[in-house]
């Protein structure tokens, strides 16, 4: 039986995802994670969750249309796989709120679903939150009467200015509010995460119960054509097709 990969890491552990579904897990995709897998596994269908940015070149547009070329389902969810869905219309498909988000807002920060995680070893652990989740957990704790609108919107001013790899609850608390001593730092902390949302985990979710309800195999992309750009790509991987 031909098996179905999960791109995945600190999003939705493969621990979790593997408890969801018959699925092989794999680490974030990264540039040439794709052919290589679709080599190595022969696979009925990928999901892209996650995928690397910072040590490796990013997963290539091209590899992902080469994939469907070959007649197989690609969906994205959540962070890296909800960018290249939106990207890859209508060939890749999406899944989720953020993929959605991403259709509708074309220029949206790519920024806005990083974060700083741990290695392969550490199960990719998550340092850091999103953007967006932080922006979907002020909205929860405004619409529960936790934080008034002045303040969510000081706080997602906050979390905007803040590099990806030190987005959190506390230190986007800590930026908004300079002057503030710690006891009122910590109720604004206790609020915001009793009213933490995390879409891009909601997201992920939703991929995985897509693929347990079964794909349609995609219509080939007859037009698919080799380049420059792909072959010299596949070449910094070490890979041939």
């Known amino acids: 039986m031909r098996p179905t990969l999960v791109f995945t890491g600190p999003t939705l552990s493969h621990a979790e995802a593997r408890r969801l579904a018959d699925v092989v897990c794999l680490p974030p995709a990264v540039q040439g994670s794709i052919v290589a897998a679709v080599q190595h596994f022969d696979p009925a269908a990928i999901l892209i969750v996650d995928g690397g940015f910072q040590l490796e070149p990013a997963v290539r547009h091209k590899e992902i249309l080469w994939a469907v070329g070959q007649g197989i389902p690609v969906v994205g969810a959540a962070s890296m796989g909800a960018l290249r869905a939106a990207e890859l219309h209508p060939y890749m498909r999406g899944v989720g709120l953020i993929y959605r988000w991403y259709r509708r807002f074309p220029f949206a920060r790519d920024d806005a679903v990083a974060v700083l995680h741990g290695p392969e070893e550490a199960n990719f652990c998550q340092l850091t939150h999103a953007l967006i989740d932080l922006r979907r957990t002020l909205r929860n704790a405004l619409r529960r009467g936790q934080v008034a609108k002045s303040e969510a919107e000081k706080f997602e001013k906050a979390a905007v200015t803040l590099n990806f790899r030190d987005r959190s609850v506390i230190s986007m608390i ?68």
Do not use: W
């Open 174 to 241: 800590r930026h908004a509010l300079p002057t503030s001593n710690d006891d009122e730092i910590a109720a604004f902390s206790k609020k915001l995460s009793s009213a933490f949302v995390s879409q891009k985990k909601d997201d992920a979710l939703a991929a995985m119960q897509l693929l347990r309800a079964g794909l349609p195999r995609p219509g080939l992309l007859r037009d698919f054509r080799m380049t420059v750009a792909f072959k010299q790509d596949l070449d910094d991987a070490g890979l041939e097709i």
